[in-house]
């Protein structure tokens, strides 16, 4: 018996005899066993996933799959970059040296659900059922905010913020009590509409992002090159959820 979740290792997805193959879905290298997990949609998915971005770094590292998962520099990046977009590895975090949101003072208008302000620099996406300690939740019709602050004015030029998709349960049945239940459409959970707003070090206002329309569960906003005190993020509607729920929000200088 499989005691819980577990890591797939990045060298069952690579061939063993062919030096420029990897594979991804049902046809990577497990056991009977394994199978049983390892074949669903969505791990298909994110095997995918794991291997475009692993295709990519092989091309501008100039160097093999197998070579790839010899050299612990390149399989930290992957993981890194998996991390960013939206993936989840046991036991890996984000360590981004770019991403200076990690040292910032957070602050939340409110937190609920056990929940916490700086939850969304947790480095973590994953959380257990029930629990929320990685990711920041709110009541929706407060119109909360979360503040950053930093101790010397730092020069952003990306903000990424990855918000809670739900988890709503896709089947093919014809039993109406299960279908009524499945969104149609946009995901209630993510967050439609949200202001960022900048102090800049000689202490005037800047508006940085003002999105009234969002459907997306992983948003990235270019801002000038500034040197910014503090950015403040007001969550004014989401898609439908009572709740505002953020997992992560990275700020990166480069």
Not at 14 to 36: E, P, Q, W, Y
Not at 200 to 225: C, F, H, M, Q, W
């Amino acid at each position: 018996k499989i005691p819980g979740p577990y890591n797939i290792p990045y060298r069952c997805i690579c061939s063993k005899n062919i030096g420029n193959l990897m594979m991804a879905g049902r046809n990577i290298s497990c056991s009977h066993v394994a199978f049983t997990s390892t074949r669903v949609m969505g791990t298909c998915a994110s095997l995918g996933q794991a291997l475009g971005t692993a295709a990519a770094i092989c091309l501008s590292a100039g160097v093999s799959p197998k070579q790839l998962g010899e050299n612990q520099k390149l399989v930290n990046r992957l993981q890194q970059n998996l991390l960013r977009d939206g993936l989840a590895i046991l036991n890996v975090k984000n360590n981004d040296e770019n991403d200076v949101a990690r040292f910032a003072e957070i602050t939340a208008s409110e937190s609920i659900g056990g929940s916490a302000a700086e939850n969304v620099v947790s480095g973590v996406v994953l959380d257990k059922p029930g629990e929320n300690k990685n990711r920041w939740v709110a009541s929706a019709a407060n119109k909360p905010y979360l503040n950053f602050e930093f101790k010397q004015p730092q020069r952003i030029k990306n903000i990424h913020v990855v918000f809670d998709a739900g988890c709503y349960v896709l089947t093919q049945t014809g039993q109406r009590n299960l279908l009524r239940n499945i969104p149609r459409g946009r995901q209630p959970d993510i967050v439609k509409s949200f202001n960022a707003t900048a102090e800049l070090a000689d202490g005037s206002k800047k508006t940085l992002v003002r999105e009234t329309d969002n459907a997306a569960k992983i948003v990235d906003y270019k801002i000038p090159g500034d040197l910014y005190k503090s950015i403040r993020f007001d969550f004014l509607q989401t898609n439908g959820s009572e709740s505002v729920i953020v997992k992560e929000i990275r700020l990166e200088i480069a």
